[in-house]
């Protein structure tokens, strides 16, 4: 269960004040993103030639994906940053990790400045403190005096990871992670949301997102406390009430705007057990329009749209004039009896499909936190495709890395597999193309 919340932990932190007994290992500042145009059209193509190779091993005629930066005036680029300690007995006592985020907004530069001076906050903070580390070393120390034959010391870890969920000509936002292990059966996390007004580079606040703050804040109460009394929430919560739910939902950070909507969330422990980790609640734009969202913070991108409870979403997915209903939905989340459905018209895909029924299946993707989202690739078909979201994980290392395998449900009632990418559809940096049924020496070139 804890492998499920170490995500995308693959940077740390420098700057930190060591002991006359400790010495720093490793430290490394790397730029993720930033390439000239000749480096970026030169990794498309050796990208999209690897891409056709492993769609064609996979899926012998599947449609050939493309990852490609969105036309937007906001750039992201992320780094990240590494830093191990081990003391004088050579023994690895800390990480430290941190990957984040600097923004570029075209033409605004002090909107630029001002995101980036608070993001930068954030990670001085963070660089400054020094707690787990001395944790750590207070650990090792008391665990070597007690001269414990052959002692094993599990090193410590502290991380802060920054995530885009948008990225547009009104808004940025980050989910901001940051998690320790300080001993014990598992490490402890904590997320905030950080909300940017591309204008003027503030913090959004969630008063200002409609006019009416009050009564936006009842209907958006109204909406969750519904979820929150579907079997899916049921299941992973302790049954808390609509007062419970405000106190915990409504504080500051405790929101974002994602592609799909506005999204509230708890942290481990709050609304549900630990297992159930950061309990989200996403209400789609559609229903926000209804609650007098400003115009400026509504989402008109790539539709998006998660089903993230039993309850039947009607839409045309293959473009023949006629809604689908839809379902998806986790039976016992997180549990070993845990069951994914995928329904259309009445067809459960997950076990009728054999391709997601194995993908579902391995146990290598922890599918009991799987995602489902009705994804638009290419606005200019009539197609909806269906994305599949998991966290792939070796079990011998613990590095997680999310996955996405995407479908396309035919006319003739198929479900046609396209393929998967390493990531995630909702990152708002990036979308994702199809070139519809090439042949083998189409795709290779």
């Known amino acids: ?20 007994s400790e010495e720093e290992i490793t430290q490394e500042n790397t730029v993720l993103s930033p390439q000239t145009e000749e480096e970026q059209n030169e990794g498309a193509v050796l990208e999209e030639q690897n891409e ?10 599947a449609v050939l994906i493309e990852r490609t930066v969105r036309d937007a005036p906001v750039r992201i680029d992320f780094y990240t940053r590494e830093q191990s300690t ?10 430290r990790k941190c990957i984040y985020p600097v923004v570029t907004i075209a033409g605004n530069e002090n909107a630029t400045d001002r995101i980036n001076a608070d993001i930068q906050k954030r990670i001085d903070s963070f660089d400054t403190g020094t707690s787990v580390l001395d944790d750590a070393n207070q650990a090792y120390q008391s665990m070597r005096d007690s001269r414990e034959a052959e002692f094993h010391f599990h090193p410590y870890f502290d991380e802060l990871i920054f995530t885009a969920v948008r990225a547009d000509s009104n808004v940025v936002s980050f989910l901001e992670t940051s998690q320790y292990y300080i001993g014990g059966a598992h490490g402890m996390y904590y997320y905030s949301g950080l909300n940017y007004d591309t204008r003027t580079g503030e913090r959004i606040n969630f008063a200002d997102l409609s006019a009416n703050a009050d009564a936006f804040r009842q209907d958006t109460l109204a909406f969750i406390h519904d979820l929150a009394a579907t079997a899916a929430y049921q299941g992973i919560m302790w049954g808390n009430d609509a007062d419970e739910q405000q106190e915990i939902l409504y504080q500051d950070e405790r929101w974002y ?18 297992f159930a980790g950061e309990i989200e609640f996403t209400i789609p734009y559609s229903d926000l329009e209804g609650m007098d969202l400003k115009e400026r913070y509504n989402y008109t991108g790539a539709k998006t ?8 979403c009607c839409l ?8 689908e209903e839809i379902q998806f939905y986790i039976d016992q989340m997180g549990s070993y009896d845990t069951d994914v459905h995928f329904i259309i018209d009445g067809t459960d895909y997950a076990v009728e499909h054999e391709e997601l029924s194995r993908q579902f299946s391995d146990d290598h993707y922890i599918f009991s936190w799987a995602q489902c989202y009705l994804y638009d690739m290419d606005p200019t078909d009539v197609e909806i495709e269906i994305a599949f979201q998991m966290n792939y994980n070796t079990w011998e290392d613990d590095i997680v890395t999310p996955h996405t395998f995407l479908y396309r449900y035919e006319r003739t009632g198929e479900l046609t597999y396209l393929g998967s990418i390493v990531g995630t559809v909702t990152d708002p940096t990036v979308k994702l193309c199809t070139i519809s049924q090439n042949t083998e020496s189409e795709v290779q070139n």
């Open 1 to 20: 269960m804890v492998s499920i919340f170490i995500l995308l932990c693959t940077a740390c932190a420098d700057n930190i004040s060591y002991s006359e």
């Open 52 to 61: 056709g190779a492993v769609l064609e091993e996979q899926n012998e005629g």
């Open 86 to 95: 081990k003391n004088g007995d050579d023994a690895v006592l800390c990480t």
């Open 257 to 274: 705007l994602s592609t799909s909507g506005l999204v509230l969330f708890s942290n481990p422990y709050e609304l549900g057990p630990f």
């Open 305 to 312: 749209i998660r089903l993230q409870t039993e309850e039947i």
């Open 316 to 323: 045309d997915l293959n473009g023949d004039g006629r809604e």
